[in-house]
């Protein structure tokens, strides 16, 4: 997958936490505790539950499916998508 910086400029300027579509980042977050492995379109660290509100408006607007992660300790690989993940550690 290709870096996505340009359908996310607006939604990373509007954030108070970080948006992150650097291929490195979306690598690390594309595996969990399970065997699989799907590199998301980008990675959010929300800094309030504004900033959780817009990733998810963007996602609905953008038809990018949102993908909850906590430590990323998971098996079964629910915390991995194509979409954004977004990042509650």
Same mark, same amino acid.
């Given at each position: 997958m290709r870096n %996505? *910086?340009? &359908?996310f400029k607006h939604l990373e300027e509007t954030l108070s936490g970080?948006?992150?579509t650097d291929l490195l980042t979306r690598y690390m977050l594309s595996t !969990? $505790?399970? &065997?699989f492995r799907i590199e998301p379109a980008a990675v959010a660290y929300p800094k309030? *539950? %504004? !900033?959780v509100e817009k990733i998810v408006q963007f996602g609905?607007?953008? !038809?990018?499916?949102?993908? =909850?992660? $906590? =430590? +990323?300790?998971g098996l079964c690989g629910s =915390?991995? +998508?194509? +979409?954004i993940v977004i990042d509650f550690t």
């Open positions: %996505n *910086k340009n &359908i970080d948006l992150c !969990d $505790g399970s &065997i309030n *539950k %504004n !900033d609905k607007e953008h !038809d990018l499916p949102i993908h =909850a992660r $906590g =430590a +990323g300790s =915390a991995l +998508g194509k +979409g």
